[in-house]
């Protein structure tokens, strides 16, 4: 079982990037996983924007990320690029803050036009900072996020079925068991 720190970069309360986050969190602790959510908002804005790496709040994070086998990061995109949140945390954590984690990237957005910003803006960031292996991210579409009024977060079918594949590699490079339905498909 590998310990998985599940890093959401979204500045809203009603995040449908958290919301994912928390649904593919539940995944990973099915298949094993001991996870552990950090929703970045929830951090004090005046030690995320005054770079204060001695706050209590910051250190807590930067330890969570320390002892995590993998990391999950999970962002909005906003024109062209992830949070400036995500930004704010990642700056404050040391240069190889994730030397040998396995780390999976994942965005959404209202357009495919930011599809590649996993792979041109976060990636690199997440390589400079010693990511041992960066699995292949994964983008959804706003659109293809429900959240029902009683808070049941739907995915749309086809992104569904991606995000599983992702998540479920994921969790194999930490060598945590993947879904049946997963491996079902693995052996056609």
């Known amino acids: 079982m590998a310990a998985i720190l599940s890093i959401s970069g979204s500045p809203s309360a009603i995040s449908r990037t958290a919301r994912l986050l928390r649904h593919l969190d539940a995944r ?3 298949q094993g996983h001991e996870v552990i959510p950090l929703d970045v908002r929830t951090l004090p804005a005046e030690a995320l924007l005054g770079a204060d790496f001695k706050h209590p709040a ?3 994070a930067t330890e969570l990320v320390a002892r995590a086998d993998g990391v999950v990061v999970g962002t909005p ?3 062209a690029a ?6 704010s ?3 404050l954590l040391p240069q190889y803050a994730l030397e040998g984690k396995t780390v999976l990237p994942l965005a959404t957005g209202g357009t495919t036009a930011h599809v590649l910003a996993i792979d041109y803006a976060l990636r690199p960031v997440l390589n400079s900072m010693g990511a041992g292996h960066i699995v292949q991210g994964w983008f959804t579409l706003d659109k ?5 009024d009683d808070g049941t977060l739907t995915v749309a079918p086809g992104s569904a079925e991606a995000l599983e594949q992702v998540v479920d590699r994921f969790s194999a490079a930490l060598g945590g068991r993947t879904s049946r339905t997963s491996l079902l ?3 056609a």
């Open 89 to 91: 945390l990642l700056d």
């Open 77 to 79: 995109v906003y024109k």
């Open 58 to 60: 910051i250190v807590e």
């Open 144 to 148: 293809d996020i429900t959240v029902g």
């Open 28 to 30: 990973l602790t099915a």
């Open 185 to 187: 498909a693995a052996t």
């Open 82 to 87: 992830y949070s400036g949140l995500l930004k």
